[in-house]
């Protein structure tokens, strides 16, 4: 079965430093990843995606993540974070044929100034 | 283009009510999901639509249930509500075809007292 794991429930960082969103996912089956963003009383604002081709994916706000198919992680970075970047990320997975998108528990990113 | 619109955004029911849910999809898509979200469970899966028929379902129970009409609209519908239904429920609309980003609307914020 397909799941998908956000190792970090919380992760702080001052404003400017960068950060690291990890993600894990688990498939027998060629999956397709994406990373959504939910501010607060908000639905979910696509981040980036990857469905194949090059691992490296960049997306919008200046983020990007590497599929690594060895290690089964979608991880997200960003060089130097705003305070605006303070949200809910979410990784979530689907596969060939499905019709529904598998997400992990959301990591919560606070940034200090 | 217009994005995904659900109404309406806040809904407070009494236990044993039922309550409907709308989502109008974006413009030429025509799979439509719904997902729950609670703090306790995170986003899950409740089903999806494509071109007017069920082609997923979710765990959830009976009281569950929704439909898509012909121009892709979709109404999902929460009969003999219990405490535990207070959620965001969200609607994503895709093209439907190929695994490819789906796209959320605002929610709904079901409470149930």
């Known amino acids: 079965a397909q799941s998908v794991t956000q190792l970090d429930s919380q992760v702080p960082v001052f404003e400017e430093a960068p950060v690291e969103l990890r993600c894990n996912y688990s498939s027998s089956v060629s999956v397709y990843l994406f990373w959504y963003v939910q501010y607060p009383n908000q639905g979910l604002q696509l981040l980036l995606k990857y469905l194949s081709g090059s691992t490296l994916v960049k997306g919008i706000n200046g983020f990007e993540a590497e599929f690594n198919k060895s290690q089964t992680s979608f991880h997200l970075r960003k060089p130097s974070v705003h305070i605006s970047d303070t949200a809910e990320y979410f990784c979530a997975s689907t596969r060939q044929g499905a019709q529904k998108l598998v997400f992990g528990q959301g990591t919560r990113l606070t940034i200090n100034p | 283009k217009a994005g995904v619109t659900q109404t309406p955004r806040y809904l407070i029911k009494t236990r044993g009510q039922q309550v409907t849910l709308s989502c109008s999809p974006i413009?030429?898509?025509?799979?439509v999901s719904w997902y729950q979200q609670t703090p306790g469970q995170g986003l899950q899966f409740l089903f999806e639509y494509f071109s007017e028929t069920q082609r997923n379902k979710g765990n959830f129970p009976g009281r569950f249930s929704g439909r898509q009409f012909s121009n892709s609209r979709s109404e999902m519908n929460v009969s003999t509500l219990e405490l535990g239904d207070s959620a965001l429920y969200l609607c994503?609309?895709?093209?439907?075809?190929?695994?490819?980003?789906?796209?959320f609307g605002q929610g709904t914020r079901l409470t149930v007292v």
């Open positions: 413009s030429g898509h025509r799979s």
């Open positions: 994503a609309s895709s093209l439907g075809q190929v695994p490819t980003e789906a796209f």
